[in-house]
């Protein structure tokens, strides 16, 4: 028994004096992968997720220079789209539940008095851009993966009317359908 205790204590002081080896994060190393490519990039929005449920994460980052840039699960970081967002303005990425098998990712960007919404799938390896439009009043993300257009429609006789389309993936032709009363930029 003696030499038991005497062994665990061992096995304890040795576990306190081994420096423990800390993973970098996920968040510290995308930036460090864009800013090894791009120094004078600077990230002001960052989200990483598994977009084709294949167990591989994969990163969107938007930049103060209103860069878009995509790192895949293999660390190749590829320039995806110019001018979406800047520093300035309030920008936010979302991830939609496309289908039971894949997300879409969502860039909205608030530029007052609309919002613009940017709206990409993973095809072939890169982000591709599937859906871009404008909304006057607003825009809403439902958990069913539908997103709904709000704007305003004008009367000839002056004044406005509150409208809305409903913008949903179809799996079949692998297009954003569209309903109700909509506009595409």
Do not use: C
Not at 25 to 54: A, C, F, G, M, R
């Amino acid at each position: 028994m003696k030499k038991l205790t005497t062994l665990l204590g061992f096995l304890l002081l040795l576990n306190t004096l081994i420096i423990p080896v800390s993973a970098q994060s996920p968040t510290q190393h995308v930036k460090d992968v864009v800013t090894k490519k791009y120094p004078n990039e600077k990230i002001i929005s960052l989200k990483t997720v598994d977009l084709n449920n294949d167990k591989k994460n994969e990163s969107i980052i938007l930049t103060d220079s209103g860069n878009l840039f995509f790192l895949n699960s293999k660390d190749v970081l590829v320039l995806i789209n110019t001018g979406v967002a800047y520093e300035e303005e309030d920008s936010e990425i979302k991830v939609l539940p496309a289908s039971t098998k894949e997300k879409h990712v969502a860039i909205v960007v608030d530029t007052p008095p609309s919002t613009v919404v940017y709206v990409y799938r993973l095809e072939n390896g890169t982000l591709v851009q599937k859906l871009h439009f404008i909304a006057d009043i607003g825009v809403d993300f439902e958990k069913n993966g539908e997103i709904r257009q709000v704007w305003k429609k004008y009367r000839q006789n002056g004044g406005w009317d509150i409208v809305s389309g409903t913008f949903t993936w179809d799996t079949k032709t692998n297009k954003y359908k569209g309903s109700g009363k909509y506009i595409l930029k």
